[in-house]
Each structure stands twice: as C-alpha cells, then as structure tokens.
C-alpha cells in the first residue's frame, strides 16, 4: 500500500512556474503507475498528466501539454509535475494519484484506475 503526501502548491502569477511534490511511502511505487489530477471549484476532478512506472511512458491533458512536465524518481519514492507558462485556468486543487495495478501494460489517465491519492495541494494562479 503505497501513502502520498503533496507540497508544492502555491500563489503565483500568470506567466510563471511552479513544481508539485509527491512523496509516497511504501515499497511498491516502483511498481506503480503516477498521476496528477486537478479540481477546480464547481467542477469535477480531471485528469493532468501521468507517468509509468519504468518511465517509459508519459501522458498530458491537451490543456497542458507543453507547458507541464511530469517526471518520477523511484529511487527517492517521489512524483513531480513542473508546471510552466501558468494561466488562471489552472487554479485547483492539485492532487497526485497512484494506479491500482503493478507494472500495468497501459498508461491509464482515467480517476477510476488508480485507487490511492494524496490529501491535494492548492495552486492560484492570478491574472
């Protein structure tokens, strides 16, 4: 069973960057399958982008891609999503998620396949 903590979150203006943590417990995460989600107020969690667990993979919401940037460490049990060029759209509640499965053939992206998530970290981004 794998627990994660998120920090990272902040207020920043549009234009900028930020980097979201994830550290997680637990010694199956370099079995598993990382994702960050995100919920806006009044809206429904979506998806952001995700990485597998040997790295080989990686997937991006279209409204982040090229200018977020997921990566992982095994070694060091953490997840990150260096976030670029920020826009007040972004601003949520960003959390990060770990897949259900061990060594999956399939980068999932949607909610219902990862069965674990941290407690999130807010993210402002004013105009």
């Known amino acids: 069973q794998v627990q994660l903590v998120e920090s990272g979150g902040g207020l920043v203006q549009a234009g900028g960057s930020l980097r979201l943590s994830c550290a997680a417990s637990?010694?199956?995460?370099?079995?598993?399958?990382m994702a960050w989600f995100r919920q806006a107020p009044g809206k429904e969690r979506e998806f952001v982008a995700a990485?597998?667990?040997?790295?080989?993979?990686?997937a991006y919401a279209e409204s982040v891609k090229g200018r977020f940037t997921i990566s992982r460490d095994n070694a060091k049990n953490t997840v990150s999503l260096q976030m670029n060029s920020l826009k007040p759209e972004d601003t949520a509640v960003y959390y990060c998620?770990?897949?259900?499965?061990?060594?999956?053939?399939?980068?999932?992206?949607?909610?219902?396949?990862?069965?674990?998530w941290g407690q999130g970290t807010q993210v402002t981004v004013s105009s």
């Open positions: 990485i597998s667990w040997n790295y080989i993979r990686t």
């Open positions: 998620a770990a897949s259900r499965l061990a060594y999956a053939r399939v980068l999932a992206t949607s909610a219902g396949n990862f069965g674990t």
């Open positions: 637990g010694r199956t995460f370099s079995s598993i399958d």
